[in-house]
Each structure stands twice: as structure tokens, then as C-alpha cells.
Nanobody, 124 residues
């Protein structure tokens, strides 16, 4: 079982920034595509950003394009989500997910392992 541990969530004012991290001890991390998802209260979990195995390809939901950046460091078995210009509507629990495949997938059904989530709250 692959364990993913998110960190970096918290409370921030609108316009501020946070960087989420997701780390694993899984030795095959560099072969997995990774994704970030979020779930706001009363809403379904949605795809936020994805990155392929090498970091050479990324994808984003339209609402975060130009504000969020996903990246990875395969030497550290870690994927990041840099979130800038945060808005109150970005408030959610953010989840890291791993896909046993090298390419990005935009739906949660394509991911095999999940972290426990980290809360991001953006105040207006």
C-alpha cells in the first residue's frame, strides 16, 4: 500500500499563497503520475492539477490556471502544489493522489492511492 502524506494547508487571506506538499516513501514514486484534488463542503471532489511521471507534462482545471502550479521532485519522492492569488472559493480539503501509470488523468477514478487530505481555508 502506497502511503501519501500531505502538508502545508492552513488559513490564509484572499490574495495570499500556500504551498502544499505530498510525500511518500514509495520507491516507485517516479513512475507514477500524480494529482491534486479538492473537496469543498457539500460539493463533490474535483480535479485541480495533475503531473506526469517526469514532470514534463501538467494539467489544470480552468479555475486555477495561472494561479496554481504543480511540480514534483522525484529525488525527494514529493509532489507540490503552489497556490497563489488564493480566493475564498479555493477553500476545501485538498487531497494528493497517485496513479499507477505515467500519464496525467483528469478524473479521480483513475487514481489508485490517496492521502488523508489537508485543509485550506481562504478568508475574504
Amino acid at each position: 500500500q502506497v502511503q501519501l502524506v500531505e502538508s502545508g494547508g492552513g488559513l490564509v487571506q484572499a490574495g495570499g499563497s500556500l504551498r502544499l506538499s505530498c510525500a511518500t516513501s514509495e520507491r516507485t514514486f517516479s513512475t507514477y503520475a500524480m494529482g491534486w484534488f479538492r473537496q469543498a463542503p457539500g460539493k463533490e471532489r474535483e480535479f485541480v492539477a495533475g503531473i506526469n511521471w517526469s514532470g514534463g507534462s501538467t494539467g489544470y482545471v480552468d479555475s486555477v490556471k495561472g494561479r496554481f502550479t504543480i511540480s514534483r521532485d522525484n529525488g525527494k519522492n514529493t509532489v507540490y502544489l503552489q497556490m497563489n492569488s488564493l480566493k475564498p472559493e479555493d477553500t476545501a480539503v485538498y487531497y494528493c493522489a497517485a496513479r499507477i501509470d505515467s500519464g496525467i488523468y483528469y478524473s479521480q477514478v483513475g487514481y489508485h492511492y490517496w492521502g488523508q487530505g489537508t485543509q485550506v481555508t481562504v478568508s475574504s
